[in-house]
């Protein structure tokens, strides 16, 4: 079965500096992989996503992830945080089904907090 | 890509009565999925809803509380039948596309119940 883990439950940085949201992931066979953002009241918006091409996916606003599959990681990075990028980050597995594109399952949420 | 719109939006219900949220999307897809996100927690899969036939609902998930429609390959419904305060949570429809691998979800239809 598929799962995901998200490692720390909230992140707070300083804008300007880097941005690191850890996303460990379960799956017996390869898994696609997404991440997602849901600022405050509003609905979730695809930042980027893996699905065995490129193990470096680069997505919006400037964010990136790197699958490892030696590590089961997925961790979401990002240069320079600006304050628009607090909100919820949500780490999320493709389960396979009978098409290409299965149900998610979700992590449980990384806050990411940025300070002025 | 694909547009989705869900209604209502957001709706304050009545404990004891039922809310059908209904989701609408540009183009037809595949799959087409319910979630809900209850306050401050992650997205949990109600169900998935299949063109024609029953859905198929997760772990937790019963047909008579949450009934599902899906008439054609654009169009679903989720009812919320017979509400109580736990069920004030958000309710996203979420769509998938063959081509691209991706899911796509609508703005959520926010209920609350009183």
């Known amino acids: 079965a598929q799962s995901v883990t998200q490692l720390d439950s909230h992140v707070s940085v300083s804008e300007g500096t880097p941005v690191l949201l850890r996303c460990n992931y379960s799956s017996s066979y390869s898994p696609s992989l997404f991440w997602y953002v849901q600022h405050p009241n509003k609905g979730l918006q695809l930042l980027l996503k893996y699905t065995s091409a490129a193990t470096l996916v680069k997505g919006i606003n400037g964010f990136e992830a790197e699958f490892k599959k030696s590590e089961t990681s997925f961790h979401l990075t990002k240069p320079s945080a600006h304050m628009s990028d607090a909100a919820e980050y949500f780490c999320v597995v493709s389960v396979k089904g009978s098409s290409n594109t299965g149900k998610l399952i979700f992590g449980q949420g990384t806050t990411l907090q940025v300070k002025p | 890509s694909a547009v989705i719109s869900q209604k209502p939006s957001r709706d304050i219900c009545q404990r004891g009565t039922s809310l059908t949220i209904q989701c609408q999307v540009d183009s037809q897809v595949t799959m087409m999925f319910w979630y809900r996100q209850q306050p401050g927690q992650s997205l949990t899969l109600i169900a998935t809803?299949?063109?024609?036939?029953?859905?198929?609902?997760e772990s937790g998930f019963v047909i008579d509380k949450f009934p599902i429609s899906r008439p054609n390959l654009t169009f679903s419904t989720l009812t919320v039948s017979n509400m109580s305060p736990e069920d004030s949570s958000i309710y996203l429809c979420?769509?998938?596309?063959?081509?691209?691998?991706?899911?796509?979800f609508g703005e959520g239809s926010w209920l609350t119940v009183v």
């Open positions: 809803a299949n063109q024609g036939s029953e859905a198929t609902y």
């Open positions: 979420s769509v998938g596309l063959l081509s691209g691998n991706t899911i796509y």
